[in-house]
């Protein structure tokens, strides 16, 4: 009976993403990886960005999906508030370089507001309890471009500048995925939207 309740528990740690990732009180893990920023490469730190304040990480399924890009989208045209609040965002997906440069800059999604780091290898994403599925490999994007790779679930990490997660946000759509997010920054800030 053990037995079968432990297979329980874990099947349903496999199939929810959430449910494993880091949540509050956590220590985010060291974020050191290439990134894009309006469509130019550079290299990204979780550690030095916190030294400015509270870092939104957001890891999302590749550049270019359908949800994927209302999200960046819904990020870029909220960043002023999110930078009234004090922090900064990055997204994190399993895209190489060249994809996230195009990405980074197209001014229909990350519109050069934000940086966009890689995790091709999906290292990013294990450390912060996220898996991988590549099952979704080969699938396509919105422009019909063919993707070399699998896939992590949407699902956002509120940093606090002191390095320890605030909350974490998963299982909602693309735009209320950013919304929660702001919501739980401007708590942090104690600057409520206006």
């Known amino acids: 009976m053990k037995r079968f309740l432990l297979g329980c528990l874990l099947s349903v740690m496999a199939v929810s993403p959430v449910f494993a ?11 050191d990886t290439q990134a894009s920023f309006g469509g130019k490469p550079l290299s990204y730190s979780l550690q030095e960005s916190l030294k400015k304040g509270p870092v939104v990480v957001y890891f999302y399924p590749t550049a270019y999906g359908k949800g994927c890009s209302v999200q960046a989208h819904t990020f870029a045209i909220n960043h002023d508030k999110f ?23 197209d001014p229909e999604y990350c519109a050069s507001k934000f940086p966009v780091a ?3 290898d999906g290292k990013l994403a294990t450390a912060f309890g996220l898996n991988v599925d590549e099952s979704t490999k080969g699938r396509k994007d919105i422009r019909g471009v063919q993707v070399d790779h699998g896939s992590i ?4 990490f509120i940093v606090a500048k002191d390095g320890k997660i605030v909350a974490t946000v998963g299982d909602l759509k693309p735009a209320e995925n950013v919304e929660k997010a702001l919501e739980h920054i401007q708590q942090l800030s104690g600057k409520a939207a206006q």
């Open 153 to 156: 679930a949407r699902t956002t």
């Open 83 to 105: 930078t009234a609040a004090g922090a900064t965002i990055v997204g994190v997906s399993l895209d190489d370089i060249d994809r996230l440069n195009q990405f980074s800059a």
């Open 118 to 120: 890689s995790d091709v």
């Open 21 to 31: 990732a880091l949540q509050a009180g956590d220590t985010a893990p060291a974020i």
